[in-house]
């Protein structure tokens, strides 16, 4: 059986800053170290004006662990914080052991996550970003090369090092999946453009990661009597999907809409991640709503409902008409179902609830809809088909002239037809 590595993890608690954000932001460290099947043996934290440049902490906390080290038999020691290049480089030499930081965590989750071909391009991209500064390498690779053209690239003579070869072989590398990138990116913006074409709405679930998205995704396909093909992964973890989903939402009065899953926010969420995943995200950019999820259950549910609004923020979604879906309301001491404005408590694993989210989304998306009474000329059936089709049906009746419907139809479609229109 593989020794599981060790850890100890260290962060800095900000003077000024709110405690209760530093305690959440170290024991969420936790959880994605054992994310990532590492574990936790240790915590040292220190309280400080601001991060120590050259070392993210002090002299004397660098001493504490490595007292914790030897006690613990630790390997590894992470950091809450992106370090820089000299940070890493100064840490493993004092430590003399693995030293890693938040990002690096964060970003070997996404690539076990990732499964589809978009995704798996997204983080390979975003990790090679991360390590081109970081390349500071062992002593003993930062030797001399000389002679031919190592791992297949030309070489610029006696003098390169081994840290250049390795720049220039990643920087050609993050090119070649750049544009595999764009070209599915391409293909993605093509839907999207159809999907507009298509006047089809489309609902956006946001949220921290683990709030509950893919398992409202699933209950509102169940409670809509979807087929189960369409269900998506769910699972009680961090970022346990990265790729979109988009499911269409059939209603039994033809007022469908799309209803697409994004991958979920974190704290201090690596922007190399953000930068990779824009295409990804432009889905919410692009939608009619967003479905804020929250888990109401987490004592934190207000820091995590800041950090997914900053992270929305800088990625320039804005403005967009937005639901808050309080879920795992089963977990909190509040009743369930109800709706509180623009705010439904819910339970999605219970499916309770999912009936009131699906009258608020369609309160938002489906304003610009009128009831009319449409007389049809019995050689206009095309016109018939296309209202079965794209309204609400309420009443057929056959008349001397043609086919009476009663409807609710988009506003576009009344103005569209008004000659049929009777008063």
């Known amino acids: 059986m593989e020794k599981k590595e060790k850890a100890i993890l260290v962060g800095v608690h900000i003077k000024g800053s709110r405690d209760d954000e530093f305690d959440y932001s170290m024991e969420e460290l936790g959880e994605l170290a054992a994310a990532c099947d590492v574990e936790v043996v240790g915590m040292v934290t220190q309280k400080l004006e601001r991060i120590n440049g050259s070392h993210y902490i002090g002299k ?22 992106e370090l820089s290049p000299s940070q890493i480089r100064n840490l493993e030499a004092d430590l003399d052991c693995k030293v890693i930081d938040r990002t690096i965590l ?28 970081r390349l500071v390498g062992l002593r003993a690779s930062l030797s001399r090369q000389g002679g031919g053209g190592g791992a297949g690239l030309s070489n610029k003579g006696t003098g390169e090092t081994k840290l250049e070869l390795d720049r220039r072989k990643i920087e ?15 293909q993605r913006e093509v839907q ?9 709405p489309v609902v956006s679930l946001v949220g921290y990661t683990n709030a509950g998205k893919s398992t409202i995704m699933n209950a509102m396909l169940q409670v809509h009597n979807q087929s189960e093909e369409k269900q998506v992964f769910e699972k009680d973890m961090l970022f346990a999907t990265l790729e979109t989903s988009i499911r269409s939402i059939q209603q039994s009065d033809q007022k469908s809409f799309l209803l697409t899953d994004t991958v979920g926010f974190v704290k201090k969420l690596p922007h190399h991640l953000v930068k990779a995943f824009r295409s990804t995200l ?20 207000q820091q995590l409902i800041e950090t997914t609004n900053e992270t929305l923020k800088s990625i320039g979604i804005e403005d967009i008409p937005t639901i808050i879906a309080y879920n795992k309301a089963d977990l909190a001491d509040v009743p369930f179902p109800s709706i509180e404005g623009e705010a439904v408590y819910l339970s999605a694993k219970q499916k309770v609830g999912i009936k009131e989210l699906t009258e608020l989304i369609r309160k938002k998306i489906f304003k610009d809809y ?12 095309q016109i018939i088909s296309y209202f079965n089709n794209h309204a609400h049906v309420l009443q057929t009746e056959y008349e001397e002239n043609g086919t009476m419907l009663h409807v609710e139809c988009k506003k576009a479609d009344y103005e569209k037809y008004r000659d049929y229109v009777v008063n």
């Open 370 to 381: 009128v009831q009319c009474k449409l007389l049809i000329p019995f050689d206009q059936g």
């Open 192 to 200: 999207r453009r159809q999907r507009k074409k298509n006047e089809i």
């Open 282 to 301: 432009e889905e919410a950019a692009e939608a009619d709503l967003l479905i804020h999820v929250v888990d109401f259950s987490n004592p934190n549910h």
């Open 172 to 186: 050609e590398k993050i090119v070649v999946l750049g544009r595999e990138l764009a070209a599915i990116v391409a």
């Open 106 to 133: 964060i970003l070997d989750i996404f690539a076990r996550r990732a499964k589809t071909k978009e995704a798996q391009l997204q983080v390979e991209i975003a990790k090679m970003q991360y390590m081109l500064p």
């Open 60 to 81: 004397g906390k660098i001493e504490e662990v490595n007292t914790l080290k030897e006690m613990t038999e630790a390997d590894t020691v992470i950091f809450d914080d």
